[in-house]
């Protein structure tokens, strides 16, 4: 199957301000470096270090603040939250999520031993992800209304190096309306939901693009596998 999409700017460091995400099948095969840690974390942290009391520890600089949030959610203290205590958590530090964007932040930070769960590192890197998302949503919420309208998402993207086209902008904002035809806008988690497809996404196609063309081919098992874990893992 052959793809094309220039939707991208071949750069020598692509996107540097985008923030980083786990690649979807092999977050714990690869460097820490994925997902950018949290401040005065250390790099060789390893998840099997747990506190004296038995209960799974937090990066070495995990801010107390992301600590207290995690341990007043994890009510049964197993050491992971589900989807609806990520959700609380999160809904106290940022902003209200809705289950589906929770459902595909717990896809991609999901710990390898609970896929159901989130233990305290991915929690660290997902809240520090969510730092910079934040940063970027209010750069470019130029107007100060809480909400990315269209205009504002497109350009949001392209300032971390994705050069979306107005078609497939449009298919995505399809999915955030309410059927009354109303311009889009959208509330933090939706705008993170967004930003996350895209990335992912798009990532996926540049391991395919080598060269940075804009054009791959791949087999339709290939492109089934690129695309269904961001459409089954929040639906």
Same mark, same amino acid.
């Given at each position: ?60 600089? !995990? ?138 996404? !798009? ?9 940075? !063309? ?22």
């Amino acid at each position: 199957m052959s793809s094309s999409y220039g939707g991208y700017r071949p750069q020598s460091q692509y996107a540097p301000s985008a923030p980083q995400q786990p690649p979807y099948s092999s977050y714990y095969q690869t460097s820490t470096s994925n997902v950018p840690p949290p401040s005065n974390s250390s790099s060789n942290y390893s998840y099997s270090n747990v506190s004296s009391s038995g209960y799974p520890s937090f990066p070495p600089g !995990t801010p107390q603040d992301v600590i207290t949030s995690f341990q007043m959610v994890d009510r049964d203290r197993s050491g992971f939250i589900d989807e609806r205590e990520l959700q609380q958590a999160l809904s106290s530090g940022f902003h209200r999520f809705n289950l589906r964007t929770i459902r595909l932040l717990m896809f991609l930070f999901k710990n390898p031993h609970q896929p159901l769960a989130v233990g305290p590192k991915e929690f660290a890197a997902l809240w520090s992800c969510l730092g910079q998302w934040r940063g970027i949503f209010e750069r470019y919420d130029k107007d100060r209304s809480g909400k990315i309208d269209p205009l504002e998402l497109r350009d949001a993207l392209y300032g971390i190096g994705y050069a979306v086209p107005g078609s497939v902008l449009q298919l995505l904002l399809s999915k955030y309306g309410d059927g009354s035809g109303r311009r889009v806008e959208l509330c933090f988690d939706n705008f993170v939901e967004c930003g996350m497809i895209i990335k992912g996404l !798009t990532d996926k196609f540049k391991e395919k693009d080598t060269r940075y !063309t804009g054009s791959a081919t791949l087999s339709y098992d290939a492109f089934m596998t690129m695309v269904l874990p961001f459409l089954v893992s929040y639906d």
